[in-house]
């Protein structure tokens, strides 16, 4: 198993056991009057926080939706009623506007005697499901093909998940169930002692086997031994290597969150490069889930001598949550004159751009405050060791947000050559997400409060398409700068 794969299938398997809530092995009764008041707590945070939620389908299609599911309410499991609420949801297209199962509960279904599949999965681009490892001592599993799971055949089982996933591409969303798989498999068909797989072998044998579900104890002890914590190579932000006797560089970066030091690590990274001499250089946004345009503006400040903006347009709507998000030292904002401090605020903000015009309109259902910040370039980049060779830029579908926007700079401005897939996040993304708590339920909601624009304006509702096309498969396989350089050299 190759160091990719080993990373990405560590980062899976804590997403799936620490940041995926939903494991409960009693979930609570909602009475029809709770979750009648959760849907109209959703509806009012959408219009009040979100500055374009019906970007995807209209108000009046959304509001029939919540009609139809407010009319079907009976008494339910808090269990059930995320599911119901999670198509709801689901329906808006918005990776970051998102509804989260309580995490404390994730505790209470393993200390209940709760489990957890033996195997990962992963859904191919056709939807079908291959195993892509497994805690068993079956080694047939390893890339069989799952025909169906516990009787019920998995196209089906696709289609039930799908309403619980969340974003614009339908890649990035299958990677989610990837992801979930047994979290959303116990969602929707409740707890098992055991799972019972129908599987097409790689020699083509069609067998049913039945395999014993693990207990989170079991779980943890299988984590460890087959995903050893690395940490310079699970954990750290940002890695830079160099091929042994060509002048080709890697940097590979997990996220775009800012960390303490990470603008002087960004600068011994290209003051390296240049007393190497690098004359290529590779830069990995594989699984890459975005983080803040600090990041981004740091690197690029040693990639590009032209003037170049982040964003050639900023949207953001101006509400109470959105307030409450800003550190409490500078909440007064919101009693003061607005346009004059959007354009004093992003000379903290930013150091590549200014604010060339504000335009400014109100929500039509909420009259709140839109604004519309339209940005022109300065000149700002690294004297000392920018870096002025070929640079390949790696995405795929797990390319999502500030490494989308990050990957829509470098095409627009011809500055590096995108390999890969398409991101799964849009080019033109939303964010700058706040959380809000739903009065009942508990659940977690996440809404975005901003969109972004590329800087060539161009929109067409998908991700930033590569220059080279590689397919999923070979993309991942790739792991050497040997194996990136003949990716490289291939055309579409």
């Given at each position: 198993m190759n160091t990719t794969l080993i990373r990405t299938l560590a980062v899976l398997l804590w997403l799936i056991s620490a940041t995926h809530p939903g494991y409960a092995a009693e979930s609570r009764t909602m009475d029809v009057q709770s979750m009648q008041q959760d849907l109209r707590f959703v509806q009012t945070k959408l219009n009040t926080i979100h500055p374009e939620p019906y970007h995807h389908l209209g108000k009046?299609?959304?509001?029939?939706?919540?009609?139809?599911?407010?009319?079907?309410?009976?008494?339910?499991?808090?269990?059930e009623w995320y599911v119901r609420l999670s198509e709801l949801i689901s329906s808006l297209q918005d990776g970051h506007t998102a509804v989260f199962y309580n995490q404390d509960e994730r505790q209470q279904y393993f200390n209940e005697g709760g489990t957890t599949p033996p195997f990962l999965v992963e859904v191919k681009d056709n939807d079908s499901?291959?195993?892509?490892?497994?805690?068993?001592?079956?080694?047939?599993?390893?890339?069989?093909?799952i025909l169906t799971i516990n009787g019920r055949p998995i196209d089906a089982v696709l289609r039930s998940m799908w309403p619980l996933t969340f974003g614009e591409s339908k890649l990035f969303r299958n990677g989610q169930i990837s992801r979930s798989f047994g979290r959303m498999l116990w969602l929707l068909y409740g707890h098992a002692d055991s799972v019972t797989l129908t599987i097409r072998q790689l020699d083509g044998?069609?067998?049913a086997q039945s395999y014993a579900m693990l207990s989170e104890t079991q779980y943890?002890?299988?984590?460890?031994?087959?995903?050893?914590?690395?940490?310079g190579v699970s954990e750290s932000p940002m890695r830079l290597s160099f091929h042994e006797e060509k002048p080709v560089a890697l940097l590979d970066l997990n996220h775009f969150g800012t960390y303490k030091g990470y603008k002087d690590s960004i600068a011994d990274a290209f003051r390296e490069i240049k007393e190497r001499q690098i004359e290529t250089l590779f830069i990995d946004l594989r699984g890459n889930g975005g983080g803040t345009h600090f990041v981004a503006e740091a690197l690029i400040h040693y990639l590009m001598d032209t003037p170049w903006v982040l964003v050639s347009?900023?949207?953001?709507?101006?509400?109470?949550?959105?307030?409450?998000?800003?550190?409490?030292?500078?909440?007064?904002?919101?009693?003061?004159?607005?346009?004059?401090?959007?354009?004093?605020?992003?000379?903290?903000?930013?150091d590549n751009a200014r604010i060339d015009r504000i335009e400014a309109s109100k929500d039509p259902v909420?009259?709140?405050?839109?604004?519309?910040?339209?940005?022109?370039p300065r000149q700002h980049y690294s004297k000392d060791y920018l870096y002025s060779g070929q640079v390949f830029l790696l995405t795929n579908r797990d390319s999502y947000s500030m490494s989308g926007m990050f990957a829509a700079i470098m095409k627009d401005y011809g500055r590096a050559?995108?390999?890969?897939?398409?991101?799964?996040?849009?080019?033109?993304?939303?964010?700058?997400?706040?959380?809000?708590?739903?009065?009942?339920?508990k659940f977690r909601f996440t809404i975005s409060t901003s969109r972004a624009y590329r800087p060539s304006g161009m929109f067409d509702n998908r991700g930033v398409i590569p220059d080279i096309a590689i397919p999923f498969d070979d993309l991942s396989r790739a792991k050497t700068i040997d194996e990136l350089l003949e990716l490289s050299a291939r055309r579409r």
């Open positions: 009046d299609e959304f509001d029939a939706m919540v009609d139809r599911l407010e009319g079907s309410l009976a008494p339910m499991s808090s269990k499901v291959i195993i892509r490892h497994h805690f068993t001592d079956d080694a047939t599993l390893i890339g069989a093909e044998t069609i067998r943890n002890e299988f984590v460890a031994r087959d995903f050893p914590k690395n940490d347009k900023a949207k953001i709507k101006t509400s109470d949550e959105w307030y409450a998000s800003l550190p409490a030292s500078v909440r007064i904002v919101r009693y003061l004159p607005k346009k004059p401090l959007i354009r004093f605020a992003t000379l903290f903000l930013t909420t009259n709140q405050s839109i604004f519309e910040l339209y940005t022109r050559v995108i390999v890969g897939e398409e991101t799964g996040g849009l080019a033109n993304p939303h964010g700058s997400n706040v959380a809000v708590t739903l009065p009942n339920s």
